[in-house]
């Protein structure tokens, strides 16, 4: 059997009193969308009710691991939350989204995309008919995410028309979906900073106001530590400043590993990062500050086969409901100016008077 091009469409007769494009148009517009949840709803509802489809089911692709997720389905029965793209033989779903290409089974064979074998398909127990579409959702060649249907209506197969429209509706959602995870990559990016991926100096103070106002809410207190890189500048003279962005990366993850999730760090400056504790008390905070000093001093980095010693300097407060965001960060950098004055490769405590 010849494979047609994705773009080449066949005609689909009216259905339903309604003309192809009348029944299509208003699904598509709805799928256009910044709402993965929206877009969900329309895949697992709407689409197979075009094509007269049972049951569907929606996975988004995590490209960093190679993990689909089921994003929404409509089984009866359990089926897979997360799916590996390093299966070996690949499942009917992993060999379509490597192909790119729509596949068609009916019975035991493929009859349209990647050859597959019957001993594959771990669930066709579960389903009414042998018959399934499996659509990977490409957009600008890349994969991000598969819809599958199946169970067509009366048992049958689906037709030239249902593949037709699957062919449409996977270019539209693979284009909503890609609209979406580029728009979320933008919005992190605004509030990031490129080199560590810690917050970036205008979201630390964005945060810290409102952990600030949640404090007040509830009579608790913020505790702050500032660190600062010492002897960075050396670093950057003898090895070069691709050593030095290294060595502010390798500190930045070393202070990450330090601190709970709830706990906020950032890239405050150019060589300083700040962390935010939440309900903190100014003992724990110091633990915490001290734990990274001896985590940065004991794990130097090796650059080009030299190991190049690291070491942070870092202030540390505690502030209640009546700090602003300018008095924690200047009163803790004060601390921190402190400690780096006193030696470097230590911690300074500053209580301010609102504290208590």
């Not at 494979?3 to 799928?31: F, H, N, V, Y």
């Amino acid at each position: 059997m010849a494979k047609k091009d994705a773009c080449e469409l066949p005609s689909p007769a009216p259905a339903s009193g309604k003309t192809w494009l009348e029944r299509i148009t208003p699904l598509a517009k709805q799928i256009n969308c910044l709402d993965v949840k929206r877009i969900a709803d329309l895949c697992i509802t709407e689409i197979p009710r075009l094509i007269g489809a049972r049951l569907a089911s929606l996975y988004i692709l995590d490209e960093m691991s190679d993990i689909l997720h089921l994003e929404k389905n409509n089984h009866p029965f359990l089926i897979n939350n997360i799916v590996s793209l390093n299966q070996n033989p690949p499942s009917p779903m992993v060999a379509a989204i490597r192909s790119k290409e729509l596949l068609i089974v009916d019975g035991q064979e493929s009859l349209r995309g990647p050859k597959i074998d019957h001993t594959h398909r771990q669930f066709t127990k579960n389903y009414q008919s042998n018959s399934c579409i499996i659509a990977p959702l490409v957009c600008h060649g890349r994969v991000v995410g598969v819809l599958n249907l199946s169970d067509k209506a009366g048992g049958a197969n689906f037709s030239a028309d249902d593949i037709a429209i699957i062919e449409l509706f996977r270019q539209l959602i693979g284009a909503s979906i890609g609209n979406i995870n580029l728009f979320e990559k933008t919005q992190r990016q605004a509030k990031t900073d490129g080199l560590t991926g810690m917050l970036n100096h205008r979201t630390f103070y964005e945060t810290l106001e409102i952990e600030l106002r949640r404090s007040q809410r509830y009579t608790s207190q913020v505790s702050i530590i500032m660190a600062d890189v010492d002897n960075l500048k050396p670093i950057n003279d003898n090895y070069g400043h691709r050593a030095g962005d290294m060595a502010i990366k390798q500190i930045a993850r070393r202070i990450s590993a330090c601190i709970r999730q709830i706990d906020i760090a950032a890239r405050y400056g150019g060589d300083e990062f700040a962390v935010i504790l939440p309900n903190t008390s100014l003992e724990d905070a110091t633990v915490v500050a001290e734990r990274m000093v001896e985590m940065v001093k004991n794990t130097p980095m090796v650059w080009e086969g030299s190991r190049i010693a690291l070491s942070i300097s870092v202030g540390v407060g505690q502030y209640g409901a009546g700090g602003n965001p300018g008095e924690v960060t200047k009163e803790t950098d004060q601390a921190l100016y402190a400690a780096k004055q006193a030696g470097k490769g230590r911690v300074t405590v500053f209580q301010s008077v609102k504290a208590g």
